[in-house]
Nanobody
Framework: QVQLVESGGGLVQAGGSLRLSCAALGRTFGSFSMGWFRQAPGKEREFLAAIRGSGGSTYYADSVKGRFAISRDNNAKNTVYLQMNSLKPEDTAVYHC????????????????????WGQGTQVTVSS
């Protein structure tokens, strides 16, 4: 069992940056692939980025490639991060982290039902 708690959201001006954190409570954090997703009002939850358990491989949606960066700390902090730069008003959404199997293929990293655990989300609002 893994409990995920996101933090770091808030209000930022367009062009600004935020770093989201997702703390994992439970054992074997390093065995999970971790993903970040977001959901804007009236829209489907969309994939943003994912990272392997070892942290050696990362994957990004085209919409955030070059602006967002995912990383993780498998040691004392058991945390995955999402660094978001050059934020735009269309990045406004609730951001969720998720934990899934270490055996997910690169294509499967984008598939929401394949993730086993989800956090409650943190709101990010980008003003123009």
């Amino acid at each position: 069992q893994v409990q995920l708690v996101e933090s770091g959201g808030g209000l930022v001006q367009a062009g600004g940056s935020l770093r989201l954190s997702c703390a994992a409570l439970g054992r074997t954090f390093g065995s999970f692939s971790m993903g970040w997703f977001r959901q804007a009002p009236g829209k489907e939850r969309e994939f943003l980025a994912a990272i392997r358990g070892s942290g050696g491989s990362t994957y990004y949606a085209d919409s955030v490639k070059g602006r967002f960066a995912i990383s993780r700390d498998n040691n004392a902090k058991n945390t995955v991060y999402l660094q978001m730069n050059s934020l735009k008003p269309e990045d406004t959404a609730v951001y969720h982290c998720a934990a899934g199997s270490s055996f997910l293929s690169p294509q499967q990293m984008e598939v929401k039902p394949l993730y086993d655990y989800w956090g409650q989300g943190t709101q990010v609002t980008v003003s123009s």
